[in-house]
């Protein structure tokens, strides 16, 4: 027998054996799974306070904030320099009850604090190198959580956004200094009020 006929010969037969292979194949009905997994660990939704619900917004804009100090690098050294501190709003709050003013300002994204002082009637902005669209001031941060007096520049993005930014931090100035005012008037009327009733009891000898 030739090699082409036993070739011919054997074809048959293997096609018989992977029909059979096939057919003795049990065929697997796929099923979609619906089984449930429960948290080992379930987390209770906490509400965060920033500390701003009780105030209001009296005015916020968009601006980029430095500081004038050491870096990590030169502390002790005496050697100062202007440092980014970070981008965002800053905002001029007023608290609803007690009617104190302050400046707040946290890093875009992240809502970190990078400005947080009292808007004391006694700051001057000041122009940064001569810039129409920045100002310089000095004040009592508290971003940090320690009163630190800090020098900020705050940079806009025009002139006409850092004349409003100016108008409005010393209006506000303004309003503080009322307050205070009447602060220091009611502790004085107080003052003045337990002194009249304390001299009212005091009796004379004879």
Same mark, same amino acid.
């Given at each position: 027998?030739? =090699? ?11 096609? #018989? ?17 619906? $089984?449930?997994?429960?948290?080992? /660990? ?18 916020? /804009? ?5 500081? %004038? &100090? ?7 050294? &005496? +050697? ?5 501190? &970070? ?28 400005? #947080?002082? $009292? ?8 122009? +940064? ?8 001031? #000095?004040?009592?941060? %508290? ?10 520049? $705050?940079? %806009? ?11 409005? %931090? ?11 005012? &009447? ?12 002194? $009249?009733?304390?001299? =009212? ?6």
């Amino acid at each position: 027998m030739s =090699e082409e006929d036993k070739t011919a010969a054997a074809t048959p037969v293997e096609e #018989n054996e992977e029909n059979e292979e096939t057919s003795d194949t049990p065929k697997v009905e796929e099923h979609e799974s619906t $089984a449930t997994f429960e948290p080992v /660990v379930k987390l209770d939704e906490v509400e965060v306070k920033t500390g701003e619900e009780e105030e209001e917004v009296m005015y916020g /804009v968009r601006a980029k904030l430095f500081v %004038f &100090g050491e870096t990590l690098l030169d502390k002790g050294t &005496g +050697n100062k320099s202007w440092r980014e501190r &970070g981008v965002g709003d800053i905002r001029i709050l007023k608290h609803r009850e007690h009617q104190r003013i302050r400046v707040l300002m946290r890093q875009e994204k992240t809502m970190k604090i990078i400005a #947080n002082h $009292a808007l004391d009637p006694r700051i001057k902005l000041g122009a +940064n190198a001569g810039s129409d669209r920045s100002w310089v001031w #000095n004040a009592f941060d %508290f971003a940090e959580g320690d009163l630190v007096e800090t020098v900020f520049a $705050a940079r %806009f993005a025009d002139s006409d956004i850092a004349g409003a930014f100016k108008d409005k %931090f010393i209006e506000c100035q303004k309003d503080m200094e009322k307050i205070l005012a &009447g602060e220091d008037s009611a502790e004085g009327s107080a003052e003045a009020d337990q002194a $009249a009733a304390a001299l =009212e009891k005091l009796t004379t000898e004879d």
